[in-house]
């Protein structure tokens, strides 16, 4: 059993897409390593892997270098005895054990950094990240700016060729273009089935 000699705790950044969660989580990560703790970073998005190597990147292009995941337990099983910080990028999308993850890791004095979508396009809880954000001993909630009227912007809008997508679209999309922007919840449409698309444009 490995016995750290710092307290462990868990920090989530949350937020819509375009708030600033990746810029924040790096900036958490170069500070560490300032600090010269041990950093291991990972990034549960498989899309854009290569060679092994996937990195944590922010809209303005800072990046850092993280290990590709697809599931809670290949984090688990890649920490090393001696990592002080474990940093997780686009956690909305692991599985739900990912809450017991971090709580081990916590538990045996890690600091785990969790930045993800707290909502999905729909305005509701994306994965699971609420329980991540109750469980924690810091929560950061970052806000975009709305593309529409330049207010702060709490809702991921999604747009399927260009047009708001509806409440039943499907997640994966087969062939179209799907395009997503920060919005406020006034400027924020979910079209539901039986709605007019004219209307609510
Ligand atoms: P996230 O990880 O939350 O998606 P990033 O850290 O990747 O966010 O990018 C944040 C950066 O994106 C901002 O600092 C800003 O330069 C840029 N940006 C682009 N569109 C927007 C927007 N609508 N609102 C706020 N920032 C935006
Ligand atoms: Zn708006």
């Known amino acids: 059993m490995y016995h750290a000699s710092r307290t462990g705790s868990i920090e989530v950044i949350a937020g819509v897409m375009f708030s600033g ?15 010269r703790r041990r950093v291991q970073a990972f990034k549960s998005h498989l899309d854009d892997r290569y060679g092994g190597i996937t990195r944590i990147s922010s809209h303005t292009g800072v990046e850092i270098e993280a290990g590709p995941v697809d ?36 538990e045996r004095g890690v600091r ?32 975009a700016i709305c593309v529409v009227c330049g207010d702060v912007a709490c809702r991921n809008q999604r747009l399927i060729n260009g047009r708001p997508a509806r409440w039943d679209s499907p997640t994966i999309m087969v062939g179209g273009s799907e395009t997503y922007e920060a919005r406020c919840r006034r400027c924020h449409r979910v079209p539901r089935q039986d709605e007019d698309q004219t209307r609510i444009l």
């Open 71 to 106: 599931t809670s337990a290949a984090i688990f099983r890649l920490v090393r005895p001696d990592t002080e910080v474990v940093a997780i990028d686009e956690a909305q999308f692991l599985d739900p054990g990912i809450v017991a993850v971090a709580t081990s890791l916590a």
């Open 112 to 143: 785990v950094l969790l930045a993800g979508t707290d909502t999905d396009f729909r305005g509701e809880p994306f994965g699971r990240m609420g329980e991540l954000m109750a469980i924690a001993e810091q929560v950061e909630k970052l806000q």
């Open 21 to 35: 969660k990746s810029e924040e989580l790096i900036r958490r990560v170069r500070r560490a390593l300032i600090a």
